[in-house]
């Protein structure tokens, strides 16, 4: 593992620390129904996703092959997203309890490069394809909705090309539009480390927490308390402070291992969840 040194962290010292944090998180995803995994390994977990999606914009920002590095991404996207779509169909056997994995940490990073596109496009006044590459991704959801209501035959194919080919932000938790808009923030503010960090905490606790406290609070079964204990997904702001502990440095690691091990651990974890199922089905 990347240790601290006196410069900080580098990129890979981050990804490993995120990777840490996320297979703790993913744990606790695909075992809660023993009961026997504790909830704080979802709540270390939070500052995962993060920190992936600061390691994505500092990669994207120096990669030498922005296409090359598109196109690893976007393949786990389309084997990841079309085994959720497969298993969404009932074409794959899913978990005895009707669990499937909804992982998709990939379909956020591959809209995310296109938009990040968009924006330096934008910088240099290619109005055109800085625009398409903005908006549409954005709102290919919406289209796609419009075009279903319109045309309920189209409800399959959309569908498809939502979860492969073109991939769509609401298409699994992962890609949900607060973590785009993460992106966004990140990428556009990625010139001035402090500000960046400040104003990824302001949106996560404001997004996170504030704004769910308002809808949460209206419910006679709400308590304050739940928000650290049920809704705490705001503890991801807390990866600001190992942003801030960035070094600028790539750092020396497993290039290829990070890949792999994403869908790799996710697959090999629903195996054993359930293989594990029948000793915790009838508790």
Request: include cysteine; aromatic fraction near 18%; glycine fraction near 10%.
């Amino acid at each position: 593992m990347e240790s601290i040194r006196t410069r900080g962290l580098s990129s890979t010292g981050l990804k490993w620390i995120a990777l840490i944090l996320m297979v703790l998180d993913h744990i606790h995803y695909f075992f809660a129904y023993t009961g026997r995994v504790p909830e704080w390994f979802s709540m270390a977990g939070r500052l995962a996703a993060p920190l992936f999606l600061f390691c994505l914009v500092e990669g994207f920002s120096h990669t030498h092959d922005r296409r090359r590095y598109f196109m690893k991404v976007y393949a786990i996207h389309l084997l990841m997203s079309g085994l959720l779509l497969l298993m969404l169909c009932g074409l794959l056997p899913i978990r005895p309890d009707g669990f499937y994995p909804m992982n998709g940490m990939m379909t956020s990073f591959a809209i995310l490069m296109v938009v990040f596109q968009g924006i330096d496009w934008l910088g240099e006044k290619r109005w055109g394809p800085g625009l398409a590459a903005v908006v549409l991704p954005l709102a290919w959801p919406v289209l796609a909705s419009m075009l279903m209501g319109m045309a309920p035959a189209l409800q399959m194919p959309l569908s498809v090309l939502g979860y492969t080919f073109l991939p769509m932000w609401n298409s699994n938790p992962d890609a949900g539009i607060g973590t785009i808009l993460t992106g966004i923030l990140l990428y556009g503010f990625r010139k001035n480390r402090r500000v960046q960090a400040g104003v990824f905490a302001g949106f996560t606790v404001l997004y996170y927490f504030l704004y769910p406290l308002l809808v949460f609070s209206q419910s006679p079964e709400f308590h304050w308390t739940m928000m650290f204990t049920t809704a705490y997904e705001w503890y991801g702001a807390l990866a600001a402070l190992l942003m801030l502990c960035y070094n600028g440095e790539r750092g020396r690691g497993p290039k290829a291992f990070f890949y792999a091990f994403y869908p790799a651990h996710v697959y090999i974890l629903y195996a054993l969840s359930w293989a594990a199922y029948p000793l915790f089905a009838g508790g």
